[in-house]
């Protein structure tokens, strides 16, 4: 888990620069999600290191099932923004420290819970909560790094391998969201949900 949140950090900041750069991002709306999602993800991380994770195990294959059906269900959701449910600072502290909890703790599946809220709470686009889930994971990933350095947990060399193609494709990727949209990240949402589903529950 260490490992991987180092080398996942690369590509979340290689995707946020691009969605910056684009003007996608208005980083200030989310100063409180990605404060609590910090806080969150550093409480997971802290516990993973001594709590055993059979509890989260058991449980995120049907929280990404819930994910799945409501993509498979809902075809035209996520096309375009829709309306708001829930205010920003209620978000705030209920969805995204659970998540961020959740993506410090254990990590699989915590993209796809943050793309359902984002759309389906904030009544977000597709391509819109793509590009806010890798600005919220990317603080994730960064907290419960520093708690897994401390911790001495992290394969250096392995890391920074693999964070190289982190980089890249996380930019290849990000352009192909600005330019497929929905028809492309629906599909590749419910696909990834299945599989890992499929993963955690058989492998």
């Given amino acids: 888990v260490a490992t991987n949140k180092l080398q ?10 691009y969605y910056k750069d684009l003007g996608v991002l208005n980083i200030p709306t989310m100063k409180l999600p990605l404060l609590t999602s910090f806080i969150g993800a550093s409480l997971g991380a802290l516990a993973i290191q001594s709590i055993r994770p059979e509890l989260l195990v058991n449980l995120i294959p049907w929280l990404v099932g819930i994910v799945a059906v409501y993509f498979i269900f809902s075809p035209r959701i996520g096309d375009l923004d829709t309306q708001q449910r829930m205010c920003v600072v209620v978000f705030a502290l209920t969805i995204t420290i659970f ?4 993506d410090g703790f254990l990590g699989p599946g915590s ?4 793309v359902l809220s984002f759309v389906s709470l904030l009544g977000y686009n597709l391509s819109k909560a793509t590009a806010y889930t890798r600005l ?8 419960s790094l520093g708690i897994f350095i401390l911790g001495g947990n992290i394969v250096w060399r392995v890391g920074l391998c693999m964070a190289i193609g982190q980089w890249i494709g996380a930019r290849i990727g990000s352009r192909t969201v600005m330019l497929k949209g929905s028809q492309l990240i629906r599909p ?3 696909s990834v949900c299945l599989l890992l589903i499929v993963k955690m529950v058989f492998f």
Avoid: D, Q, R
Avoid at 8 to 17: C, E, H, R
């Fill in 99 to 102: 998540i961020g909890f959740y």
């Fill in 188 to 190: 590749m949402l419910v």
């Fill in 111 to 114: 993209g796809c819970l943050f």
């Fill in 8 to 17: 996942g950090i690369f590509g979340k900041l290689s995707a946020v620069l």
């Fill in 136 to 143: 919220l994971l990317l603080a994730t990933n960064l907290a």
